[in-house]
């Protein structure tokens, strides 16, 4: 089957870095992206993983490990606005409309 | 730019009554198209996808379907709502193609079933 296995809570102060995990088992895979939701708001898209190593943006660095099918989001000098839920996926398949398997999600809690 | 409208934001519904749930897309042509469900506090359920018009993928067996009228137009339906139905609906949209693919979404609609 099908499996994306993510802490289901974790809790940082301001200003500190934090990594979410994701291990992934899945019958394909062409990449691990992660995705942010807000409370009540719309997921939105943070980043992209097909190949092994590290890919940063700003704030936030993303990692690949397919030999592990691990991956992790790493979220540097935290602000409470990153207080969110936090969203792995992997890509199965190539011609399968791009369609994604989610997590089951990260609740972030950042505290001052 | 793209944008993607999903509405209503917020509907109640009696159990056993229809529904109707519309998204559309624009700014863009040919998007491959999703609509998931959330529960409270879970992950992204997919229910269908489309990769164009009249072309639907069921990923979960249920009450509901879906329909893909016009390029840029999704639209979620049930004949008969049951009470396992409530939930936070999301529609999106993404770029065909492989490689880096984000999925953008909609706002969602909040169905809550009576």
């Known amino acids: 089957g099908q499996s994306l296995e993510q802490p289901s809570e974790v809790t940082a102060v301001e200003g500190a870095i934090v990594q979410i995990n994701c291990t992934y088992q899945?019958?394909?895979?062409?990449?691990l992206s992660w995705y942010q939701q807000h409370d009540g708001g719309a997921p939105t898209f943070l980043s992209y993983?097909?190949?092994?190593g590290l890919e940063e943006t700003g704030r936030f660095s993303s990692f690949l490990s397919r030999s592990d099918s691990y991956g992790y989001l790493l979220l540097q000098e935290l602000q409470m606005k990153d207080s969110a839920s936090y969203f792995c996926?992997?890509?199965?398949?190539?011609?399968?409309?791009?369609?994604?398997?989610f997590g089951q999600g990260t609740e972030l809690s950042v505290k001052p | 730019s793209q944008t993607i409208h999903q509405w209503p934001a917020t509907l109640v519904q009696p159990v056993g009554s229809p529904l109707s749930l519309e998204c559309t897309v624009e700014g863009t042509s040919n998007p491959n198209l999703y609509w998931y469900r959330q529960a409270a506090g879970r992950g992204l359920q997919l229910l269908f996808y489309?990769?164009?018009?009249?072309?639907i993928s069921s990923e979960v067996p249920q009450n509901l379907s879906a329909s893909r009228p016009q390029d840029r137009q999704f639209i979620l339906s049930s004949k008969k709502l049951l009470l396992s139905d409530s939930g936070f609906y999301l529609c999106a949209w993404s770029e065909t193609g492989y490689g880096t693919q984000p999925q953008h979404f909609g706002d969602g609609t909040r169905l809550s079933i009576l």
């Open positions: 996926a992997v890509r199965e398949g190539y011609n399968q409309g791009g369609k994604l398997i």
């Open positions: 993983n097909a190949l092994d």
């Open positions: 899945t019958s394909g895979f062409y990449g």
């Open positions: 489309s990769v164009g018009i009249g072309q």
